[in-house]
């Protein structure tokens, strides 16, 4: 199985900041690679697919970036609406497996 | 508007069964994959199951594998989960999903079903 592993685990960042979160492989997947957003007790939601397509509807100011294991979610200028935790998910083979997710607070 | 509404969810005690099911509108259910994806109480987030548009092909998290069945029914645009040999870890918020622009990412979600497994 592909093991998936983001950095960091949470973070406190302050609104208008610039903020990357990785996500590492343990195998090449390409860019089969997803990023998801996850509000609490509410159904996680697509940003990021293939690595750095922006899903449609969500904000320009989220980015991917990455290819083969090496990974990154950037969000441009933090909004209060993205205080989420965040994770990434290879589609590359399955299972499909999930990052262990990133927490993203409010500093 | 693309809705999926899971159901089936409750209390079962531990080696007990219960069946999942996705209902789903919107969107030409017969035409895309379909996942199972699970996130324990606090936890994140866990794939369990896909299976493929005409139900003929299926695949499983070796956690589930051999206890859980994913099936389909598209006359009925329904996704289901069978879930036997209930362990007190299978406890999770259980969604369905489905990759329905075939990008390989899970664009459409239901809102959870909840399994506990306990005695």
């Known amino acids: 199985d592909i093991q998936m592993t983001q950095s960091p685990s949470s973070l406190s960042a302050s609104v208008g900041d610039r903020v990357t979160i990785t996500c590492r492989a343990s195998?090449?997947?390409?860019?089969?690679l997803n990023w998801f957003q996850q509000k609490p007790g509410k159904a996680p939601k697509l940003l990021i697919y293939?690595?750095?397509s922006l899903q449609s509807g969500v904000p320009s100011r989220f980015s991917g970036s990455g290819s083969g294991a090496d990974f990154t979610l950037t969000i441009s200028s933090l909004q209060p609406e993205d205080f989420a935790t965040y994770y990434c998910q290879q589609s590359y083979s399955t299972p499909y497996t999930f990052g262990q997710g990133t927490k993203l607070e409010i500093k | 508007e693309v809705q999926l509404v899971e159901s089936g969810g409750g209390l079962v005690q531990p080696g007990g069964s219960l069946r999942l099911s996705c209902a789903v509108s919107?969107?030409?259910?017969?035409?895309?994959?379909m996942h199972w994806v699970r996130q324990a109480p606090g936890k994140g987030l866990v794939w369990v199951s896909r299976i493929n548009s005409d139900g003929s092909s299926t695949n499983y998290a070796d956690s589930v594998k051999g206890r859980f069945t994913i099936s389909r029914d598209n006359a009925k645009n329904t996704l289901y989960l069978q879930m036997n040999s209930l362990r007190v870890e299978d406890t999770a918020v259980y969604y369905c999903?489905?990759?329905?622009?075939?990008?390989?990412?899970?664009?459409?979600w239901g809102q959870g079903t909840t399994v506990t497994v306990s005695s």
């Open positions: 293939s690595a750095s």
């Open positions: 999903a489905g990759d329905i622009s075939n990008n390989y990412g899970l664009d459409v």
């Open positions: 919107g969107f030409t259910f017969s035409g895309y994959w």
């Open positions: 195998h090449s997947i390409s860019s089969y």
